[in-house]
């Protein structure tokens, strides 16, 4: 496999994933007290929103890559 049809593929599962989650979602976790062993934390979720625009880019990008890495090979 070449490697243009290695990051087609790799933009299209990118694409894909984008546009499904439509944002990736983390937790962060900070410490309040911590007076001996008595300790508190809080969880704070933080979500970094991702565009269906750029899905749609990788998509569309990763399938020209494929398409060109596949007419190449002939």
């Given at each position: 496999?070449?490697?243009?049809?290695?990051?087609?593929?790799?933009?299209?599962?990118?694409?894909?994933?984008?546009?499904?989650?439509?944002?990736?979602?983390?937790?962060?976790?900070?410490?309040?007290?911590?007076?001996?062993?008595?300790?508190?934390?809080?969880?704070?979720?933080k979500?970094?929103?991702?565009?269906?625009?750029?899905?749609?880019?990788?998509?569309?990008?990763?399938?020209?890559?494929?398409?060109?890495?596949?007419?190449?090979k002939?």
């Open positions: 496999m070449k490697p243009i049809m290695i990051v087609g593929v790799f933009l299209i599962v990118l694409g894909v994933v984008a546009l499904v989650y439509q944002g990736i979602t983390y937790t962060s976790r900070k410490k309040i007290i911590d007076i001996g062993p008595i300790q508190a934390t809080h969880d704070t979720k979500t970094i929103p991702l565009s269906p625009l750029v899905g749609g880019v990788a998509l569309a990008g990763g399938i020209v890559l494929v398409i060109m890495g596949a007419k190449n002939r």
